[in-house]
Nanobody, 126 residues
Framework: QVHLVESGGGLVQAGGSLRLSCAASVTSFKLRAMAWFRQAPGREREFVAAIAWGGGTTQYGDSVKGRFTISRDNVKNTVTLQMNSLKPEDTAIYSC???????????????????WGQGTQVTVSS
């Protein structure tokens, strides 16, 4: 069975921090690129951050650069998104995604990921 489970969402004031985690039950986790996307009400799903399966390459959406950090633990099969200096516009449902095994993908491209979690709500109050 292949699935992703996100945790760590919640309500935080602007300027605060949250740490999201994604627990992955997927085959060959260390050989999959992993990413976070988010979707705010009435808006399309947006790329947030991704980390390549080699672990050495990361990519961030323009709106979160310098504030968010993605990391992975290939022993625990987890991906973490550290979010600092949060803004009200960061409010969204954040979803974790896994790419196919040992596949070179466009890290920012939603269609290159084939396993998705249910998402966790992040709300930033002003």
């Amino acid at each position: 069975q292949v699935h992703l489970v996100e945790s760590g969402g919640g309500l935080v004031q602007a300027g605060g921090s949250l740490r999201l985690s994604c627990a992955a039950s997927v085959t060959s986790f260390k050989l999959r690129a992993m990413a976070w996307f988010r979707q705010a009400p009435g808006r399309e799903r947006e790329f947030v951050a991704a980390i390549a399966w080699g672990g050495g390459t990361t990519q961030y959406g323009d709106s979160v650069k310098g504030r968010f950090t993605i990391s992975r633990d290939n022993v625990k099969n987890t991906v973490t998104l550290q979010m600092n200096s949060l803004k009200p516009e960061d409010t969204a449902i954040y979803s974790c995604a896994a790419a196919p095994v040992a596949t070179m993908v466009r890290l920012y491209e939603i269609n290159d990921y084939d396993v998705w979690g249910q998402g966790t709500q992040v709300t930033v109050s002003s």
